[in-house]
């Protein structure tokens, strides 16, 4: 079965980074498009950035742009969010989704549990 494991996830101070980590297991990871969300509290869910199956495109949501960076290790069958320059609004709990065959970062279908950020002084 289709399991999604993040990890990385912690107390940052702003300003900070942090990195997290998905690791896909039950399907062909490098075949499918992945996709970052999350959710901050009292909030909806965000969709924050994708990239497609062979890592060569990624997509991010204007209010990550230029600070979170995407990637994927195909032979790990892992994907990366790289979080820089991190803001008190970045808190939230942060799930990993898989997307669709190909290019479709956003035929998200199977959810990970989360990995919670907060960043704080």
């Known amino acids: 079965q289709v399991q999604l494991v993040e990890s990385g996830g912690g107390l940052a101070q702003p300003g900070g980074s942090l990195r997290l980590s998905c690791a896909a297991s039950?399907?062909?990871?490098?075949?499918?498009?992945m996709s970052w969300a999350r959710q901050a509290p009292g909030k909806g869910l965000e969709w924050i950035s994708g990239?497609?199956?062979?890592?060569?495109?990624?997509s991010y949501a204007d209010s990550v742009k230029g600070r979170f960076t995407i990637s994927r290790d195909n032979a790990k069958n892992t994907v990366y969010l790289q979080m820089n320059s991190l803001k008190p609004e970045d808190t939230a709990l942060y799930y990993c989704a898989k997307g669709g065959l190909g290019k479709k970062m956003l035929a998200t279908d199977y959810w990970g549990q989360g990995t919670q950020v907060t960043v704080s002084s």
């Open positions: 039950g399907f062909t990871f490098s075949l499918y498009a």
């Open positions: 990239i497609w199956s062979d890592g060569s495109d990624t």
